[in-house]
Nanobody, 121 residues
């Protein structure tokens, strides 16, 4: 069984910072992509940031220059440093990974349970 477990959400004032972390565990052979998506009430889930195992990154335009994704391939962890938070960053943030389980030849999407980030004025 594979699990993605997030931590680090919470309540912060606008302009503040939060750091999200996610750890993938279980029978994992390899992980290609790890990253973060978010979903605000009434909205679709959207990409925040992703990072490939080789280090290339992809950010949503709305978070460029404010959020930084990092990853530890050896530990199967990914983090998201969020600075200069805005009211519109309020959402449930989901950890995401594309990985291959031990004994499998297929790469599959996995999601964490989500962690709430609330930015107040």
């Amino acid at each position: 069984q594979v699990q993605l477990v997030e931590s680090g959400g919470g309540l912060v004032q606008a302009g503040g910072s939060l750091r999200l972390s996610c750890a993938a565990s279980g029978s994992i052979f390899s992980i290609t992509v790890m990253g973060w998506y978010r979903q605000a009430p009434g909205n679709q889930r959207e990409l925040v940031a992703t990072m490939y195992s080789g280090g290339s990154t992809n950010y949503a335009d709305s978070v460029k220059g404010r959020f930084t994704i990092s990853r530890d391939n050896a530990k199967n962890t990914v983090s998201l440093q969020m600075n200069s938070l805005k009211l519109e960053d309020t959402a449930v943030y989901y950890c995401y990974a594309v990985l291959r389980r031990s004994g499998s030849f297929a790469y599959t999407d996995y999601w964490g349970q989500g962690t709430q980030v609330t930015v107040s004025s």
